[in-house]
């Protein structure tokens, strides 16, 4: 069985001096291709050091984060994201993770447009998918996408916390997927409600590591080797085995980040 996480902060300091001890958790775990969204400039050489220690299970990402588009700031961040693009000599696999949050200041919300839009053109230059981020902010999101969507963009929602109108809206611009992770096993997270109903071929798995750890890890450090119980309680609902949601979810995640190849 292979799974993949798409979507972990591994590189992350709660992760320091224990790093090695959690990917073996994947291997044993069946948890075989990790994928890291960048959110920042200080966070770009975090990257790459696990990809160049994992090439063959680390996958990166260039983006920065809506909760890092600040002002006088923002723009210089980007600058350093996008100079890692085209010189680092790395392939990645999306740009990521972009997108809106509205949690914690509502007053940036013009700037995360700005830097959504500049970093959309960044994708679709590079025939590279994007990674969203979207907290308390799903009508600023329709209202970039609307704008923005064509058939040369590809993405995911990732760590997908929405109602069903709302996933179906994301899948209807056509080439989206919802990433699911921890939330999905949480009792009152809502998605019991959602994923019977969301075609199988449009989901990937996460963990979003170090955060969101799931049911019954919660409120503890999350780590990829979770990505397993998100698919088990992802079968749950689908009604079918494990083995078939590691390899529905493992196609769907080859396929919209290009991953036959490194």
Not at 177 to 196: E, Q, R, S
């Amino acid at each position: 069985m292979h799974l993949i996480d798409t979507h972990t902060h591994l590189y992350q300091p709660a992760f320091d001096g224990e790093r090695e001890a959690a990917i073996q958790r994947c291997m044993e775990a069946d948890v075989k291709s990790l994928l890291l969204p960048n959110i920042d400039k200080a966070s770009i050489g975090r990257v790459h050091d696990m990809m160049d220690k994992w090439p063959e299970l680390c996958f990166g990402m260039m983006g920065l984060h809506p909760c890092h588009v600040k002002p006088g700031e923002w723009r210089d961040e980007l600058q350093a994201i996008e100079q890692a693009l085209h010189t680092s000599g790395r392939r990645y696999v999306a740009i990521g993770e972009i997108g809106f949050d509205l949690h914690w200041d509502k007053t940036t919300l013009d700037i995360q447009h700005e830097a959504f839009r500049e970093q959309v053109k960044w994708a679709k230059s590079l025939n590279l998918p994007i990674v969203i981020h979207v907290r308390e902010a799903f009508e600023a999101l329709f209202e970039a996408l609307d704008a923005l969507n064509d058939d040369q963009l590809t993405g995911v929602v990732h760590c997908f916390t929405g109602d069903l109108n709302q996933a179906r809206r994301i899948l209807d611009y056509g080439n989206f997927y919802l990433g699911i992770g921890g939330v999905a096993t949480y009792k009152n997270g809502g998605l019991d409600a959602v994923l019977p109903h969301v075609p199988h071929n449009r989901v990937v798995l996460e963990t979003d590591s170090p955060y969101l750890a799931p049911v019954p890890h919660r409120g503890k450090r999350n780590e990829s080797a979770y990505t397993r119980v998100v698919a088990q309680r992802v079968a749950d609902l689908w009604e079918m085995p494990l083995h078939e949601v590691a390899e529905i979810t493992t196609q769907n995640a080859r396929g919209l980040f290009n991953l036959t190849s490194k």
